[in-house]
């Protein structure tokens, strides 16, 4: 077999593999699996049909990926080879590749996703999905009714045998309220909390738990009086997973209160180490804005200050996590190109700039690099407030290949000892004035 027959093999086997590893937070869907796992389902699914061979669906694994495990325990992401499952591409209409369809309140009509192929994009059309599903379920609920059905068939009884099995060990969110049955303020809160449970299916969890008959339960969780709610945290539980709930007692409260939660479980973004072309890419032409820092030479600015400008930059991350955002950090003079286009330095370091790679511009800041320096910088950019200046160069310049910080202090050179055993010192010129 010729080299040029091996390189076209390679390239047909290559083209079949599929495009999502079973590592990923993306799940397979088949014909064999789509309608027990989508169709009927309570969660919103977000679905990609696509095809290996396809460039488009090749360049959109990346940003589809992110936006899965942002999404993870919120809404379901998946794909369907539709090059190998026609039938169930055809069943959709899908003619193209990729298609995206959100299937949310009316799982048999799915809406066709046309928002921006990038992960802050699909997140934020799947989270409209999850508000369109709760508005079609009557998600008013500000009347004395409870806003939907009195029965609470979505609320799940819990006891002392099952409460660790059930809410503990789960990975979902949960909504629990401890009662007592002859409570009047706990009987009020029924037909509220049997609607909000179902409203919010397939996101929130919500239970109930006889406090009057499973005490040790209620002990264990302090409750002295009825009704009292707590909150149980998305993913692996532990002491700090448990908190109060502090909102109102009608179904639009409730369900208001879980739906913030439920947002606040997207996960912040990772602040990366620019140390390659590829992750300037990703971060500034992948993202509607990127927010690149450059902080003091290690050797300016050993681990602890270094990691403490660190933890400035993740704060921040998680406080503007939903603005979907690419964050990285170059060490001084390590990216003098791109230091010169955004004019960063000029005031010492550490430096910031945020730039807007589709307009070519950037924003320095000339405040504190502190907490509330960044903030308030940030802030502004937000609403659309603060000068910008064009990158100079039109295009963001090429990037330096370097070794990713190991996380430790900086050490000078040793120093060279040279052997002046050799040398007779009567020899060397003598200088004159």
């Not at 928002?115 to 379920?137: F, H, M, W, Y």
């Not at 209160?257 to 500034?284: D, F, G, H, T, Y």
Request: hydrophobic share 35%; net charge negative; aromatic share 10%.
């Amino acid at each position: 077999m010729t080299y040029s027959t091996y390189f076209i093999l390679a390239l047909f086997l290559g083209s079949c593999v599929a495009l999502y590893p079973s590592s990923s937070d993306v799940v397979e869907l088949t014909p064999d699996n789509f309608d027990r796992k989508v169709i009927q389902s309570d969660e919103v699914w977000i679905v990609e049909f696509f095809a290996p061979w396809c460039g488009h669906c090749r360049n959109l694994v990346p940003e589809y990926t992110k936006a899965a495990s942002q999404l993870k325990g919120v809404v379901k992401v998946g794909a369907v080879d539709a090059d190998q499952h026609k039938s169930l591409g055809g069943q959709y209409g899908v003619r193209g590749f990729p298609t995206i369809k959100i299937f949310g309140a009316n799982k048999r009509k799915p809406e066709d996703y046309n928002g921006p192929r990038t992960a802050k994009g699909l997140v934020d059309g799947a989270l409209d999905a999850i508000r369109k599903k709760i508005e079609s379920q009557g998600g008013s609920g500000g009347s004395s009714s409870g806003g939907g059905s009195k029965d609470n068939k979505d609320v799940v009884e819990l006891t002392d045998s099952n409460f660790e099995e059930t809410v503990l060990k789960s990975e979902d969110m949960w909504l629990v309220e401890f009662y007592a049955p002859w409570c009047g303020h706990c009987k009020n809160l029924a037909p509220h909390w049997a609607a909000a449970a179902t409203e919010l299916k397939g996101k929130v969890k919500l239970g109930a738990l006889d406090a009057t008959v499973h005490q040790l339960t209620a002990s264990k969780y302090r409750v002295e009086g009825y009704p009292t709610i707590k909150y149980f945290a998305g993913g692996k539980k532990d002491a700090d997973s448990v908190q109060d709930y502090n909102g109102g007692r009608v179904t639009k409260d409730i369900v208001e209160w879980a739906m913030e939660k439920v947002l606040e479980n997207i996960k912040p973004p990772e602040i990366k180490q620019l140390v390659s072309e590829a992750v300037l890419k990703e971060a500034c032409e992948e993202h509607p804005l990127c927010v690149v820092s450059v902080l003091p030479h290690i050797l300016d600015c050993q681990s602890k200050c270094r990691n403490d400008y660190l933890s400035i930059l993740k704060t921040m991350g998680e406080k503007y996590k939903n603005k979907g955002w690419g964050w990285v950090w170059s060490e001084a003079g390590a990216q003098t190109d791109l230091e010169g286009a955004l004019d960063i330095g000029g005031f010492g370091y550490p430096a910031m700039a945020v730039v807007n790679t589709k307009k070519m511009k950037y924003s320095i800041l000339k405040g504190s690099f502190s907490s509330d320096g960044i903030k308030e910088f940030l802030r502004d950019l937000s609403y659309g407030r603060g000068s910008t200046a064009p990158v100079k160069g039109a295009s963001l310049p090429k990037t330096n290949t370097v070794d990713p910080w190991d996380g430790k202090d900086g050490e000078l050179p040793p120093e060279e000892d040279i052997d002046l055993s050799d040398v007779e010192l009567d020899d060397l010129p003598k200088d004159e004035l």
